[in-house]
């Protein structure tokens, strides 16, 4: 019997303390959404490759319905060089403001691209394209952006 009501005593306490602990606090009841510094995507490579005529074009899209502000970080990589190939890339967005940049590829390239973009409330988007025309099958060609990676701000 004394084995009993120290169990009993125990789980008292224990439903006691439970339900003090639920309360209507602000930081556990509201979702306060992604913190600063959280990588929201990031994809090791977006490439295409020919090593014959003809066109390649590959792409993919991320959304959310995160908001704020956000850093877009890749590295621009191609081999194209004109008049044997044309090479382009893309990076689209529902940023404020809408940020369109699909430059044109006539030159090998290895460079960084970043950029803070912010976002108003609703869903968040972002698309990235790369696209390869090759004319004379010389050697294989490539475009693609590498370690793409979008980071809360």
Known sequence: ???LKIFFSAFL???VSMLASCSDDDTTTNNPGVPAGTVMYAADSISVWLS???FAKDSVSYSTSET???KVEFMIQSNVDTPS???KFGFYTNAIPVVPYIPDIYAPRDEPFSTNLSFASGSTYFAFMVQLNNYL???PRYVRLRSV???KM
């Open 13 to 15: 306490i224990i439903l």
């Open 137 to 139: 099958p010389v050697f």
């Open 149 to 151: 990676k979008v980071t």
């Open 68 to 70: 704020g502000s956000v």
């Open 85 to 87: 190939a044309y090479g």
């Open 1 to 3: 019997m004394k084995i």
């Open 52 to 54: 014959s005529t003809g």
